[in-house]
């Protein structure tokens, strides 16, 4: 990009007028000077990613209690809760919310992540960028499919087996929309991303049939069930945090992705898998413009139903009833 077209890009951005709360700093000159580093910041990443559904912004070091008072707008049966895990806690997020009929989304960060925007540290500021970019790249995934298909993201009932699926199809595709959309922000995040899943890729098989093997003894096929969703249902959200940044950069993971590749050479288990996990989001990618109900998630859930199956576990419906099927094989043996 030529000077002429970045200065002519930054002349507008496509925020709306919001309101950036920051809470728990120490004086009110502190939190007003954070806050207008966090508006100036996201003014600039709303020249690049569409934030016209950004209904607002809170910056906070309570940001557990932050997350609670949230008026969504919606019934919901589950807490506004950072993410964790065993690789990450969350420290930004872009919440979903309903106002007057639309789907729209406050974004929350950590008072620390807005604070190293002001740090002079390019490392710092570089990372604390990329948070607001990413999290910004949720409120554009938001706005797209609500426009496609109204009424349907914060209003889809299902139930058992379609619910299980769903959850980490939707988690998938929004974290690979994401990372796609927000590469730019920093194109060094993808040897992050890999790192992390390589990690993850290491450790699932193992802990997946640790968990099989104890179902052995306590025969309780919820907790299975949570077991297996909660570690493969990481793996795959990792895959797409990294394949959605390979793809934003328009780069490859057999060229790009080494270390990667030769990990799913290595534990096999996976390697289909993530070929074909690929593969469906290309085709997602391709025509999210002309998307028009729910059956656009049904690849990407006959995927995870697969990936479940190669973990050992197979869901069906009997009687509209779920049932957990736990079948001997090689894959979970000792």
Sequence with gaps: MSETEDVQLLKSSTIPP?????????????????????GAVLWMIGSIINLERLEGVTVA???????????????????????????AIGAAMAAPVMREGQVKAHLFIHGAIAEALQQQTEKGWRTAFYTLAHEAAHVEEFCRRDKA????????????????LYEIADMCWGEYAASRLSSFADPEQGKAYEETFCDVLRR???????????????????????????????????ASYLLGHL??????????????????????????????????????????????????????????????????ITLSMRGGMLYLDVPFSEATMP
């Design 247 to 312: 793809a934003g950069e328009d780069q490859t993971l057999e060229k790009d992705a080494g270390n990667a590749w030769k990990v799913l050479e290595e534990t096999q288990y996976f390697s289909d898998s993530m070929k074909t996990l690929n593969q469906i989001f290309d085709g997602m990618w391709r025509t999210r413009d002309t998307w028009t109900g729910f059956e656009v998630f049904e690849p990407l859930m006959k995927w995870v139903r697969d990936m479940l199956r190669i973990a050992g």
């Design 149 to 164: 298909m109204p009424g349907v993201l914060l209003n889809l009932r299902l139930q058992h087996e379609q619910a299980v």
């Design 18 to 38: 919001v309101r950036v709360t920051a809470r728990g700093f120490q004086t009110n000159e502190e939190a007003k000077k954070v806050g207008e580093t966090v």
């Design 204 to 238: 699932t098989r193992e802990g997946g049939n640790g968990n099989i093997r104890a179902y052995r003894m306590h025969g309780d096929t919820s907790q299975l069930l949570d077991e297996i969703t909660e570690g493969y249902g990481s793996l795959s959200k990792y």
């Design 61 to 87: 070091y309570d940001y557990d209690e932050a997350l609670t008072e949230l008026d969504r707008g919606f019934e919901s049966t589950a807490q506004l809760q950072r993410t964790r895990d065993d690789v």
